[in-house]
């Protein structure tokens, strides 16, 4: 699988560093999957599987290392911090928020809720 490594310029100027997997068999301009870890994670766990099957499926993909994460600048180095937990302005940008969903047991994610027994 063909992939580049990247760096971008996140909140504060600190460099983030990546894999782009361009899409493969289109000719057609294709959309861009992100993809990033967790705040205990990297790069370099498993986001590579899923960018490979999202790039063969003619989408580009790039997985990224948070800021203070992997390959990614920052100090002190694996540390989560308030700037860290969102996104960096590039991907804010271009993610929408999902809208609150209501549903009959009153979930606002959409995730079943128990009942309770109120007697």
Not at 52 to 81: M, W
Not at 100 to 105: A, G, L, N, W, Y
Not at 109 to 114: D, H, K
Request: proline share 8%; aromatic share 6%.
């Amino acid at each position: 699988m063909n992939r580049e490594d990247i760096e971008f310029q996140g909140e504060g100027d600190v460099t983030l560093r990546g894999w782009f997997y361009p899409a493969q068999n289109t000719t057609d301009p294709a959309p861009v999957i992100i993809l990033v870890h967790g705040m205990s994670g990297v790069k370099e766990m498993h986001l590579d599987d899923y960018a490979s099957v999202f790039a063969e499926a003619g989408l580009n993909a790039i997985a990224y290392d948070h800021q203070n994460f992997g390959d990614s600048d920052g100090t002190p180095a694996k540390n989560s911090t308030p700037s860290c937990s969102t996104a960096t302005s590039a991907t804010r940008s271009a993610t929408p928020s999902p809208a609150p969903r209501s549903t009959e047991t009153g979930s606002e994610s959409g995730a079943p809720a128990s009942p309770v027994d109120t007697r």
